[in-house]
T-cell receptor, first 114, second 111 residues
Framework: EPEVTQTPSHQVTQMGQEVILRCVPI?????FYWYRQILGQKVEFLVS????????KSEIFDDQFSVERPDGSNFTLKIRSTKLEDSAMYFC????????????FGQGTRLTVV | GIQVEQSPPDLILQEGANSTLRCNFS?????LQWFHQNPWGQLINLFY???GTKQNGRLSATTVATERYSLLYISSSQTTDSGVYFC?????????????FGQGTILTVHP
């Protein structure tokens, strides 16, 4: 069964460093998303991406965040200068369409900023 | 934006018991999904159910969109069912697939 894959599964980084979280969405999907879950809290939407551009972003997704689809398969989330409060589980998701189809989530990347 | 409330917040069961988890939402939805977050943090898709009833083994779900709620039924619970169950909805007025998650129900199943 096709699945969304994320790498790495766990990343530890020093405050102020740049991190790139990587995702390979399901191959025939056109819409891509990043979500974040701070420990013990609910999952929050960060950004959606379609046709090589951001289609919607939340207030969390400020200038230190960026997304990119560098080739035909990968979808990345970059955090330019990490802060302690960026420590969270980051989920990538993809769907065929944006509204009336199921979104499939990757297994997550646990980011720890020290 | 749309509000999603899940109940109960915590649920403790003995193995073999049945349970019902509820998700209420404040507006019409195009999409509703149930997820199980396992102890490793992974989100497992359980159901895509914007309306109607579906069953998958010991789990089933029903969404009554006109009354703005969904129910997840777990029968004959097992210890491996433990974890957090999330409901997530896509508002009818929202574009670009943004899912809004509830706070989750923490399920603990004891042997």
């Amino acid at each position: 069964e096709p699945e969304v894959t994320q790498t790495p599964s766990h990343q530890v980084t020093q405050m102020g460093q740049e991190v790139i979280l990587r995702c390979v969405p399901i191959s025939n999907h056109l819409y891509f998303y990043w979500y974040r879950q701070i420990l013990g809290q609910k999952v929050e939407f960060l950004v959606s991406f379609y046709n090589n551009e951001i289609s919607e972003k939340s207030e969390i997704f400020d200038d230190q965040f960026s997304v990119e689809r560098p080739d035909g398969s990968n979808f990345t989330l970059k955090i330019r200068s990490t802060k302690l409060e960026d420590s969270a589980m980051y989920f990538c998701a993809s769907s065929v369409e944006d509204k009336v189809t199921e979104a499939f989530f990757g297994q997550g990347t646990r980011l720890t900023v020290v | 934006g749309i509000q999603v409330e899940q109940s109960p917040p915590d649920l403790i069961l003995q193995e073999g018991a049945n349970s019902t988890l509820r998700c209420n939402f404040s507006d019409s939805v195009n999409n509703l999904q149930w997820f199980h977050q396992n102890p490793w943090g992974q989100l497992i898709n359980l159901f895509y159910i914007p309306s109607g009833t579906k069953q998958n083994g010991r789990l089933s779900a029903t969404t009554v969109a006109t009354e703005r709620y969904s129910l997840l039924y777990i029968s004959s619970s097992q210890t491996t069912d433990s974890g957090v169950y999330f409901c997530a909805v896509l508002s009818g007025g929202t574009s670009y697939g943004k899912l809004t998650f509830g706070q989750g129900t923490i399920l603990t199943v004891h042997p």
